[in-house]
């Protein structure tokens, strides 16, 4: 199967990347190299123009599952802007709301649709080229404007500043939890070292290693204020 990727649009910490033709095990690769190189050189907002995509199979949705879960990774992420059937099937597999799958952005084809999208286990599962049935023909869609573009990038822009004050948000928790662990380790620590010098104790633990384990809370949320 055939699958042309182009980068359209680059900016300094995102970018749009658009793919035609028929998306299968064989071919997303292509896709994921690029997205990987785009991601690596600090454009982690990625837009997926997926208008013109064909047919997507079981293997090239996971395909944009990992180009997502890697630029989330880089506080980052992936919105798909999908035909109409590809946002019908994306909507069923990705239900909203999930930070692990991509943002769906449903758009009107570009062109009326030959055939039909459909989306079937990869061929590495065992199953053949899927059939495709074909539909009536439709009237015929103006060509999206670059504005349609602008307001993608801007929705990621958004999602940024969202994850960003997300990630903010979770590390001032880690810090606080961190710190509080700490201080219970110490407290154990106190409270083993009293009973440590009581006659006939039994107690096998002294408080060091709580104390131990005390200074290496307090590292990590040393490390979560840092950042």
Request: some cysteine; charged content about 25%.
């Amino acid at each position: 199967m055939n699958l042309w990727v182009k980068v359209t649009q680059r900016e300094s910490d995102s970018a749009v990347v658009s793919v035609s033709g028929e998306m299968d095990l064989f071919s997303c690769p292509r896709l994921e190299g690029i997205a990987t190189g785009l991601i690596g050189d600090g454009r982690v907002h990625l837009v997926l123009d997926a208008v013109r995509l064909k047919f997507c199979d079981l293997a090239g949705v996971r395909a944009l599952e990992r180009v997502h879960i890697a630029a989330a990774g880089a506080c980052g992420g992936l919105i798909v802007w999908a035909s109409r059937p590809l946002g019908r099937l994306l909507a069923l597999l990705w239900p909203e709301g999930r930070p692990d799958r991509p943002a769906v952005v449903r758009a009107a084809p570009m062109a009326p649709l030959e055939r039909r999208l459909v989306l079937l286990p990869g061929r590495g599962e065992g199953f053949g080229r899927p059939r495709v049935a074909p539909v009536r023909p439709m009237a015929a869609v103006p060509r999206t404007s670059g504005q349609d573009r602008e307001t993608l990038l801007e929705r990621s822009r958004l999602l940024r500043e969202q994850a960003r004050t997300h990630m903010a948000t979770m590390r001032k928790r880690a810090e606080s939890i961190c710190a509080g662990l700490a201080d219970a380790q110490e407290r154990l620590a106190a409270l083993h070292h009293a009973l440590a010098e009581r006659p006939c104790s039994g107690l096998s633990c002294d408080g060091d290693s709580h104390l131990a384990k005390a200074d290496g809370f307090r590292r990590q949320a040393e490390i979560f204020a840092c950042h």
